[in-house]
């Protein structure tokens, strides 16, 4: 697509954590945007909600499934850009979107499901290793099949680590108040994108509280131990607060580029700037 020029954007997975705010950006930003939807009135009253907000925003929701090849492809030959954000459970799915991808013939790019660590570059444990591994399976089917692409790692959800200063075993539970579980020595450096900028920044806590080590060893016996979805929590935190993944390299010009130098112009929002928000 020509820089600054408006293109036709379906995203599907746009209900979910990340994808609502990659459709909401991209209505932002003047593109004509689409949702891929299963139902148009859900029973889940945030989700109705949600719809809601989109229609009231001028974006189209669009019926189809993922599991329905004909309506895929039908939804597809309408757009130009494709961004996929489903969850966990259907990364292994989007062959079904690479799928229709070549048979609609018209698709400028495709981002598939990433928004996390580079598969490509981390040191984790199942289930989260499994995962990747479908992620990097799909890198090879893309390219492959000479689809034009854009793989957009953004490390740790800010809005996913940093309230509960990333202990995991507390995710959702807002800012820790007596103590905090450190997995490893807690001096591994890592990565955080608040899901509205997209951006990097590096970890700090704010506060002065007990301090709870676990220990590798320990860890990988709680990864095993653990059941849906604490299990996958740890095992990413294994990757990026024991093993630092993220920044335990340089991003080369090979296969990446750094945000910040990307868009220089884009006001960022740092970890001091996040956590002031929790006080």
């Given at each position: 697509?020509?820089?600054?020029?408006?293109?036709?954007?379906?995203?599907?997975?746009?209900?979910?954590?990340?994808?609502?705010?990659?459709?909401?950006?991209?209505v932002r930003h003047g593109h004509s945007t689409s949702v891929l939807i299963r139902d148009a009135t859900?029973?889940?009253?945030?989700?109705?909600?949600?719809?809601?907000?989109?229609?009231?925003?001028?974006?189209?929701?669009?019926?189809?499934?993922?599991?329905?090849?004909?309506?895929?492809?039908?939804?597809?030959?309408?757009?130009?850009?494709?961004?996929?954000?489903?969850?966990?459970?259907?990364?292994?799915?989007?062959?079904?979107?690479?799928?229709?991808?070549?048979?609609?013939?018209?698709?400028?790019?495709?981002?598939?499901?990433?928004?996390?660590?580079?598969?490509?570059?981390?040191?984790?444990?199942?289930?989260?290793?499994?995962?990747?591994?479908?992620?990097?399976?799909?890198?090879?089917?893309?390219?492959?099949?000479?689809?034009?692409?854009?793989?957009?790692?953004?490390?740790?959800?800010?809005?996913?680590?940093?309230?509960?200063?990333?202990?995991?075993?507390?995710?959702?539970?807002?800012?820790?108040?007596?103590?905090?579980?450190?997995?490893?020595?807690?001096?591994?450096?890592?990565?955080f994108v608040v899901e509205e900028d997209i951006a990097v920044y590096t970890r700090k806590a704010c506060?002065?509280?007990?301090?709870?080590?676990?220990?590798?060893?320990?860890?990988?016996?709680?990864?095993?131990?653990?059941?849906?979805?604490?299990?996958?929590?740890?095992?990413?935190?294994?990757?990026?607060?024991?093993?630092?993944?993220?920044?335990?390299?340089?991003?080369?010009?090979?296969?990446?580029?750094?945000?910040?130098?990307?868009?220089?112009?884009?006001?960022?929002?740092?970890?001091?700037?996040?956590?002031?928000?929790?006080?």
């Amino acid at each position: 697509m020509e820089p600054g020029r408006a293109c036709r954007v379906l995203v599907i997975g746009g209900t979910g954590h990340i994808g609502k705010h990659i459709v909401d950006a991209s209505v932002r930003h003047g593109h004509s945007t689409s949702v891929l939807i299963r139902d148009a009135t859900p029973s889940d009253p945030a989700k109705a909600q949600l719809l809601t907000s989109f229609v009231d925003s001028g974006i189209a929701l669009i019926k189809g499934d993922l599991y329905n090849h004909e309506s895929l492809v039908k939804a597809i030959k309408s757009t130009d850009i494709i961004i996929s954000a489903v969850g966990p459970r259907q990364l292994a799915e989007q062959t079904r979107i690479v799928t229709a991808i070549k048979e609609a013939g018209n698709v400028k790019r495709f981002l598939p499901s990433e928004f996390g660590s580079d598969v490509e570059r981390v040191h984790t444990v199942d289930p989260v290793a499994s995962l990747y591994a479908r992620k990097v399976d799909l890198r090879r089917l893309i390219e492959a099949e000479g689809i034009p692409h854009t793989y957009v790692c953004c490390n740790g959800f800010a809005e996913t680590y940093l309230p509960s200063i990333g202990d995991v075993t507390t995710v959702g539970a807002g800012p820790p108040s007596e103590k905090i579980t450190v997995l490893g020595d807690g001096d591994a450096k890592a990565v955080f994108v608040v899901e509205e900028d997209i951006a990097v920044y590096t970890r700090k806590a704010c506060k002065t509280l007990q301090i709870v080590r676990i220990t590798d060893a320990n860890l990988l016996e709680w990864i095993e131990e653990a059941a849906l979805p604490l299990n996958i929590l740890l095992s990413i935190a294994l990757s990026i607060f024991v093993r630092g993944d993220q920044a335990n390299f340089e991003i080369e010009p090979s296969f990446g580029l750094e945000a910040t130098e990307l868009y220089p112009n884009v006001k960022y929002t740092t970890v001091d700037a996040y956590l002031n928000r929790l006080l």
